[in-house]
Structure formats: C-alpha cells, structure tokens
C-alpha cells in the first residue's frame, strides 16, 4: 500500500522568507504523480504543484517548486518569498499511474507571521 | 474558483438519517472522486466515477453510496448517518489519469 509521510505538523515562517515542508512517500510502483495541495482556513482544496516522477526535472509554479529525490522517495515544497496568504494547511499527495485515487499525507500547518 | 460546484455547503441533521451530496464536475471532466474529510481519519478516497460508471472504490462504508448520472453530476448518499461521519466531503474531478483533480468547496456534513 502507498503511503504519504509529512513529519512537520506545525511549521511557523516570517513574510518574505523562505520556508521548506517535508513529504515522503513509499511505493513500490514505477509510474506515479505526486502533489502538493493547499487547505486555506476557507477549507477549499487549492492545487499547488504537480510533479510527474518519470520527469528529473523539479516543477515549479512561481513562488513554489518542488524537490524531488526520486531515489529517496522524497517530495519538499519550498516556498520563497512567504505571504500572508500562504498560511494554510499544506498536504502532500500521491497518485500510481494505474491508479487514479489520491493518497494524502496528514498536512503542515504553515504560519505565515508579518 | 476551480470550476467544481457542490452543494448544499452546510449540512445539519440527526442520526439514523439520510442526506444527498451533489458535485458537478468542471466541464469536460469525465471522472468525479469523492473524499471525506475528518479530524481523525484526514483525507480519504471514497469512490471514483468515469463517464457514469463506477471505476474505483475506496474506504466507503456499505450506508454510503454514489452514481453519476449522463449529465456527468454525481450524487453521494449517506444513510443511516451516526456521530462518526460528521465530516468535510469534498468532490473532485479530472481530466484524465494523471491528471490533477480539482476540488469543489466541500460539504461540511454535521450529525446532531
């Protein structure tokens, strides 16, 4: 069975600085997505980022990129440059090529503080 | 907005009742998922319809069922409610397989 890890239940940032969330993840498959997705207070779902494993190359969405370690199934998010608006729960999720169904991490709690 | 419309936003009602949860997916999404949302459990893949016909089943309960219907609206009924499935039910929809899935708002379902 696949399994998503988020280690930092809580995790605190200043505006304007640099923050780093931990995922990682087993499987056994050889094809899978993975992504991270973004719970505001307002309780909706917000697509971050999405990494397709058979790409090295890390994705990146403006403030938000990704590194993922392929061999140490690890899949961070960075966020540079933290607004007040990245405060959120932040959950980490992954899909097998022959799968479509999510599996989800437990999430971090980012503050972001002014 | 991510395009996926749930209604009713709120849900209040008793135990051993039955409620509808409705999804319309983006357009042109063929395939809704639904998850339930709670405190102890987090995040759980219910059930997953492609184009009207169940495709993949998760950790849903025998009270709970689904369907989605030609117009591509999907229902998820709950009966037989107890305190334990007060709970966020977000559905989802996507394109294709591997494709992100794009959630609704949710439906915040609340057993009195």
């Known amino acids: 069975a696949q399994t998503v890890t988020q280690s930092q239940p809580e995790m605190s940032v200043q505006e304007a600085e640099t923050v780093t969330l931990s995922c990682t993840y087993d499987?056994?498959?050889?094809?899978?997505?993975l992504f991270w997705y973004k719970q505001p207070p307002s309780r909706q779902m917000i697509l971050v980022i999405r990494?397709?494993?058979?790409?090295?190359q890390n994705a990146t969405e403006n403030r938000f990129s990704v590194n993922f370690q392929k061999a140490a199934k690890s899949f961070s998010l960075k966020i540079s440059d933290s607004q007040l608006g990245d405060t959120a729960m932040y959950f980490c999720?992954?899909?097998?090529?022959?799968?479509?169904?999510?599996?989800f991490g437990k999430g971090t709690k980012l503050t972001v503080n002014p | 907005d991510s395009g996926v419309t749930q209604t009713p936003k709120h849900l209040i009602t008793a135990t051993g009742q039955r409620v509808t949860l409705r999804c319309s997916p983006r357009?042109?999404?063929?395939?809704v998922y639904w998850y339930q949302q709670s405190l102890d459990q987090g995040l759980q893949f219910l059930i997953q319809?492609?184009?009207?016909?169940?495709?993949a089943k998760g950790n849903i309960l025998e009270r709970f069922s689904a369907q989605q219907f030609p117009d591509l609206h999907s229902e998820l009924n709950l009966s037989s409610l107890e305190l334990g499935d007060s709970a966020l039910y977000f559905c989802?929809?996507?394109?294709?397989?591997?494709?992100?899935?794009?959630f609704g708002d949710g439906t915040r379902l609340s057993i009195l």
């Open positions: 989802a929809s996507s394109r294709d397989r591997g494709q992100p899935q794009h």
């Open positions: 499987t056994s498959e050889s094809n899978y997505y």
């Open positions: 990494q397709e494993a058979y790409k090295q």
């Open positions: 999720a992954f899909m097998t090529g022959g799968s479509e169904k999510l599996v």
């Open positions: 357009s042109g999404d063929l395939s």
């Open positions: 319809y492609y184009n009207g016909e169940e495709r």
